[in-house]
């Protein structure tokens, strides 16, 4: 699934709040695109872990422990029985990930700002196609089978493959585009989304350097 700005993509309503446009809905894992528009909202996380990425508008999420901001930029996951209460101020829009397959419970990881967050020392992609690609990347969570985390990486050509796991990601900066090798190709730019699921073979194409928020669904075990 491959939506080119997350931002224009158009959703279907699911209620009186809400609307959505599902990449993936089979029981145990749900992929897409979610909005709601300004309430108060007491629905706990049942038997799931989320990881989100928020692309517009804002919201106070109120938890017995803590109080979070949420804003455009920010990249956060709940564990599984999490209770909050969210206050949204102006609709908003994410990308979610929602995982239903067993699961230890944790804590939740919440990163105000994915444009900025420093990703450290660069290095040398391990196969190079042309160029010299120099990535970085920082998982904020990474529990039961879900990594969350902002990767980038500088111009240059680079082959890619999913062993055992999917990748939902949204562009933030940056321009590549990325062919996979049954032929099909996308331009990334940002507030672009794909993913790309197990199985999936391909090669980077970087032009301007890119970041991304992303969500890897291990497949395995």
């Known amino acids: 699934m491959y939506v080119a700005d997350i931002l224009t993509a158009?959703?279907?309503s699911?209620?009186?709040h809400t609307a959505d446009l599902p990449f993936v809905d089979d029981g145990q894992l749900s992929i897409g695109i979610w909005e709601c528009t300004p309430g108060v909202f007491d629905e706990p996380t049942t038997d799931y872990d989320e990881s989100m990425y928020m692309v517009s508008g804002r919201v106070t999420v109120d938890a017995p422990d803590r109080s979070l901001d949420i804003a455009p930029g920010t990249l956060w996951a709940t564990p599984r029985r999490w209770p909050g209460v969210w206050t949204v101020h102006q609709t908003v829009r994410k990308l979610y990930v929602i995982d239903q397959r067993d699961g230890a419970p944790s804590t939740p990881q919440h990163l105000p700002n994915?444009?900025?967050l420093d990703l450290g020392t660069p290095v040398p992609r391990p196969v190079?196609?042309?160029g010299d690609p120099q990535e970085r990347s920082v998982d904020i969570w990474s529990h039961n089978r879900l990594h969350v985390g902002v990767w980038d990486c500088t111009p240059g050509e680079f082959p890619f493959r999913r062993d055992g796991y999917d990748?939902?990601?949204c562009v933030l900066a940056g321009h590549a585009t990325?062919?996979?090798d049954d032929g099909?190709?996308?331009e990334m730019r940002p507030g672009a989304v794909i993913l790309t699921p197990a199985g999936t073979t391909g090669r980077w194409v970087v032009h301007e350097t890119v970041r991304k928020a992303y969500t890897i669904i291990d497949d395995r075990g």
């Open 178 to 180: 990325l062919h996979f």
């Open 14 to 16: 699911t209620g009186p």
């Open 128 to 130: 190079v196609i042309a």
């Open 167 to 169: 990748e939902v990601f």
């Open 10 to 12: 158009q959703l279907a």
């Open 184 to 186: 099909r190709s996308f």
């Open 114 to 116: 994915a444009f900025t």
